[in-house]
């Protein structure tokens, strides 16, 4: 099945900083999303994005399908921009949804 | 609206026993995927549901089954309770199109516990 790898697995900022999170997928994909988990495990939809380049405030991604990967771009971080980030494809066969291991993101003030 | 939301918020169980998880999803949404998330992973893909018929199945043995009600509610069951079977259930919902694959929103999640 489709392997979906993010990098960095662990990341500390300071408050301020700037920083890129990878997402690297195996095969064609229908769709990607990224989310931001909180410590109450709440998942918070990022970007739904399976293709091209949108942008949200502070953040922006970008998915380039025919490479297979995508970018999660987070400026100026916050404290509370802390938690764990995640990227899901879903996979052209069937009706699956394969998440990543997850980027931790700690935003030091 | 209200968003997707499950029940109960926690749960603990023992060995052996069975349990039943509710999610009712986004109104207009049609579909309901589950997920389980150990801790310090990423969450794993049980289900999906789509007007009532299983879509996609992940790699979970068969004390997992799950269910779609014609309101688009749904439950998970998981029988036979082992103590890996101790994480975060996440429900999703998502699609008021059958044909397209849809952004999928949510719930809050049930921690179960099995002692």
């Known amino acids: 099945g489709i392997q979906v790898e993010q990098s960095p697995p662990d990341l500390i900022l300071q408050e301020g900083a700037n920083s890129t999170l990878r997402c690297n997928f195996s095969d064609s994909v229908n769709n990607l999303q990224w989310f931001h988990q909180n410590p109450w495990g709440q998942l918070i939809n990022l970007f739904y994005?399976?293709?091209g380049t949108k942008q949200n405030g502070r953040l922006s991604a970008t998915t380039v399908a025919t490479e297979r990967y995508s970018l999660l771009y987070i400026s100026s971080s916050q404290t509370t921009d802390s938690g764990v980030y995640f990227c899901a494809v879903e996979d052209t066969g069937g009706f699956k949804t394969i998440f990543g291991a997850g980027t931790r993101l700690f935003v030091k003030a | 609206d209200a968003g997707v939301t499950q029940s109960p918020t926690h749960l603990i169980k023992t060995r052996g026993q069975q349990v039943t998880l509710r999610c009712s999803p986004i109104?207009?949404?049609?579909?309901v995927s589950w997920y389980q998330q150990v801790l310090g992973q990423g969450p794993q893909f049980i289900f999906q549901y789509y007007e009532k018929e299983e879509r996609g199945r992940g790699n979970f043995p068969d004390r997992f089954s799950a269910r779609q009600f014609p309101n688009y509610s749904s439950e998970l069951n998981v029988n036979a309770l082992l103590l890996g079977d101790s994480a975060l259930y996440l429900c999703?919902?998502?699609?008021?199109?059958?044909?397209?694959?849809?952004?999928?929103?949510f719930g809050p999640g049930t921690r179960l516990t099995v002692l």
């Open positions: 999703a919902s998502s699609g008021i199109l059958a044909t397209l694959y849809n952004e999928q929103f």
């Open positions: 109104s207009g949404h049609k579909s």
């Open positions: 994005i399976p293709s």
